[in-house]
């Protein structure tokens, strides 16, 4: 089990950056891949950015060149680094995990609670 507890969200002004945190504890050694997604009022929820163990990380095509995904293995902590933030931007970010089940090749989704991002003047 996996558990993701998420912070940094809030309002800002057009233009401005924010930073977005996802912490994870639990069985941290199984992650294989962390990631953002985000859902608008009315949308269905899509992939902001997603970094894996192997290979760089894959951007929205609509947040390249603003947003920037890293990740602290240390600390298992994962950022979105969100510049130039537009107000087609606001919505509820997500953390989601890929682990693997234990035994298996086969990865389990966890995801964290959800986070606010409110871009407007």
């Known amino acids: 089990q996996v558990q993701l507890v998420e912070s940094g969200g809030g309002l800002v002004q057009p233009g401005g950056s924010l930073r977005l945190s996802c912490a994870a504890s639990?069985?941290?050694?199984?992650?294989?891949?962390m990631g953002w997604y985000r859902q608008a009022p009315g949308k269905q929820r899509e992939l902001v950015a997603r970094?894996?163990?192997?290979?760089?990380?894959n951007y929205a095509d609509s947040v390249k060149g603003r947003f920037t995904i890293s990740r602290d293995n240390a600390k298992n902590i994962v950022y979105l680094q969100m510049n130039s933030l537009k107000p087609e931007d606001t919505a509820v970010y997500y953390c989601k995990v890929e682990a693997l089940v234990s035994g298996t090749d086969y990865t389990t989704d966890y995801w964290g609670q959800g986070t606010q991002v409110t871009v407007s003047s």
């Open positions: 970094g894996h163990s192997r290979g760089m990380p």
């Open positions: 639990g069985s941290t050694f199984s992650i294989v891949a």
